[in-house]
């Protein structure tokens, strides 16, 4: 689908000198001599290699077009993730690196969004929180409210976030996984 220069969104995916670019950063410019144009920093989905262009407000750039759907958490070996549709039973394997660090959140049954571009997996996005068990944190000190008031914490999933003073191992608490980050205790 074409969508003009200025219609360019960070997220989105370009299909652009015969390559998938996800853009990263996007910034209008209007200089006080000549046309406006857009400044766009994107990465390579399939390459991982960055590239900076510049197009005219007056171009069009081609929006790749994605399939999502549904499907549940089954189980991982050393190098992929394995689930299946709800619907047709069917199941596909995702290799750890499209997941990256989240798929430590991953637990059995839960529903996920999987991007495909040309049949070709490239996205696994995760609710936008989980439950989590807090499996060791440290003792918090009282009266330490001249620095930060949060302290580290291990969860039982291995991945180390920063929790409130009153969060002790073995609460259960939400996480938004965006951006790895404490929302509240259950």
């Not at 596909?92 to 660090?101: Q, R, T």
């Not at 009266?143 to 291995?158: D, E, F, M, R």
Request: charged share 25%; net charge negative.
């Amino acid at each position: 689908m074409k969508i003009n220069a200025s219609e360019i969104r960070v997220g989105m995916l370009l299909e652009y000198k015969n390559d998938l670019w996800q853009v990263l950063k996007t910034q209008h410019v209007k200089p006080g001599k000549g046309g406006a144009f857009a400044q766009v920093e994107m990465k390579s989905v399939n390459k991982n290699t960055k590239l900076n262009e510049r197009f005219r407000s007056s171009e069009s750039v081609e929006k790749a077009s994605l399939d999502e759907n549904n499907f549940n958490f089954l189980y991982e070996d050393e190098n992929n993730y394995f689930f299946m549709d709800p619907k047709s039973f069917e199941q596909i394997e995702i290799k750890k690196e499209i997941v990256g660090e989240k798929g430590k959140l991953l637990t059995e049954n839960l529903t996920v969004v999987v991007s495909f571009y040309n049949n070709i997996a490239i996205s696994v996005d995760l609710p936008n929180q989980v439950n989590c068990k807090v499996e060791v944190t440290d003792v918090a000190l009282k009266g330490q409210t001249v620095s930060s008031s949060y302290k580290p914490a291990t969860l039982s999933n291995g991945l180390n976030i920063q929790v409130p003073p009153f969060i002790e191992a073995g609460d259960e608490i939400i996480l938004d996984t965006r951006k790895l980050e404490y929302v509240k205790k259950i």
